[in-house]
């Protein structure tokens, strides 16, 4: 059974930094295709970046410039580089991994970003 496991939000304030980590047990890592996402409070959950099992990352607009997707498959994670972050980057960021068949999710780390 996968089973995936976030750390790293906290409270920041507008403008700084945070570093997500999802480490991944149970399952082969380094084939499968990895994301992030966050459901603010009263909104929908959106993805934030993904990231292939070839490496490829994608990125909606929101977070493009400012958020970096990576992995390690030595270590079975996959990170989220958040930079100058605002506001409304407030949500529960989770970590998922997903194909034909299955769907599988973290449960998720808060990052609220306020003075």
């Known amino acids: 059974q996968v089973q995936l496991v976030e750390s790293g939000g906290g409270l920041v304030q507008p403008g700084g930094s945070l570093r997500l980590s999802c480490v991944l047990s149970?399952?082969?890592?380094?084939?499968?295709?990895m994301g992030w996402y966050r459901q603010a409070p009263g909104k929908q959950r959106e993805v934030v970046a993904t990231?292939?099992?070839?490496?490829?990352?994608e990125y909606p607009d929101s977070a493009k410039g400012r958020f970096t997707i990576s992995k390690d498959n030595g270590k079975n994670t996959v990170y989220l580089q958040m930079a100058n972050l605002k506001p409304e980057d407030t949500a529960v960021y989770y970590c998922?991994?997903?194909?034909?068949?299955?769907?599988?999710w973290g449960q998720g780390t808060q990052v609220t970003v306020s003075l």
């Open positions: 998922n991994t997903g194909g034909p068949g299955f769907d599988y």
């Open positions: 990231i292939r099992a070839d490496g490829h990352t």
């Open positions: 149970g399952g082969i890592f380094s084939i499968y295709d």
